[in-house]
């Protein structure tokens, strides 16, 4: 058996599973204001009303600018870094605390903003729908007070409120899904994936998890995505192997052995294939680049 690695990437749950409060709030309360890479169990919305820095998922570093809200999805890697004087608003909440507030999570996805493991473009939102934002923001804060009698009810409903003000000014509502069925198809898929891409590689083993041929799959995949679903399997282990290389100390072999692969010499075919370059070299890269 294989020691674990001393070094993974950290990951960060949330027990309350609900949070909203002000940026000021956050960055005053952080142990470490130049960020730490790092993925969670839950969800993230982050508006910036005022202010600068850096927030980069997944690889892709989004400049932190006035009047743009950034949504994380839980397990992608990311780090924030403000510079000082912030002004905004976070909420952080978990798919457990949309359900027991009778929110059905497909909402989520229903709405548009959050894309798992693909990136999402911070929204910027436009002078006219600012002070509603904002006053949506302020009443949800002041619901995270329990002596309030329903009060994650009344969260709940500021956040859901919220969310679908951005979906409307992203201009990706339900009402604009073109096929219910491929839509419906395309979100098991992307979910069994992201429970299982450690165990299962082809397309077969979900297509089987979903009740449907494998050619079915990979046509409605295609069709509604624009990728097969071989491509979002191997675009998936790529990215887990990126992020493992990128924010952990994790060997080839340990590497190989997490993502589900038997022989470590058949991740490292794969993940040259992928990415050009062999995953010590890829680590390597990546180091040089940020000392």
């Not at 978990?94 to 959050?114: D, K, S, V, W, Y």
């Not at 995949?221 to 097969?228: F, L, P, T």
Request: proline fraction near 5%; include cysteine.
């Amino acid at each position: 058996m294989l020691a674990s690695p001393q070094i993974r990437i950290p990951k960060i749950d949330l027990p309350s599973g609900f949070v909203a409060k002000t940026l000021q709030q956050e960055e005053t309360g952080k142990k470490n204001p130049e960020g730490t890479p790092h993925r969670h169990n839950f969800f993230t919305v982050i508006w910036i009303t005022q202010g600068s820095g850096v927030h980069q998922i997944d690889f892709t570093d989004f400049p932190v600018e006035d009047q743009f809200v950034h949504f994380v999805s839980p397990q992608q890697v990311h780090w924030f870094r403000a510079e000082p004087g912030i002004q905004g608003y976070l909420f952080l909440f978990t798919e457990e605390f949309l359900q027991a507030c009778g929110i059905n999570p497909r909402f989520l996805q229903a709405l548009g903003l959050f894309t798992g493991c693909t990136q999402a473009e911070p929204l910027f939102i436009p002078p006219e729908k600012r002070a509603g934002l904002k006053e949506l923001c302020l009443r949800a804060i002041e619901e995270t007070d329990p002596s309030n009698d329903f009060y994650l009810e009344a969260a709940a409903s500021y956040l859901r409120l919220f969310l679908i003000e951005c979906s409307r000014i992203k201009g990706l509502t339900p009402n604009h899904v073109e096929n219910r069925n491929e839509n419906r198809i395309l979100k098991s898929f992307l979910d069994n994936l992201d429970h299982h891409f450690h165990q299962k590689h082809k397309v077969a083993e979900y297509a089987g998890l979903m009740n449907i041929t494998p050619n079915y799959l990979n046509e409605v995949v295609k069709e509604a995505s624009g990728s097969s679903a071989k491509e979002h399997i191997q675009n998936r282990l790529a990215l887990e192997a990126m992020r493992y290389a990128t924010h952990s100390d994790m060997t080839t072999k340990e590497t190989a052995f997490a993502l589900g692969f038997e022989d470590p010499a058949h991740f490292s075919k794969f993940f040259k294939k992928m990415k050009g370059i062999d995953f010590t070299g890829f680590r390597d890269q990546i180091r040089k680049q940020h000392l």
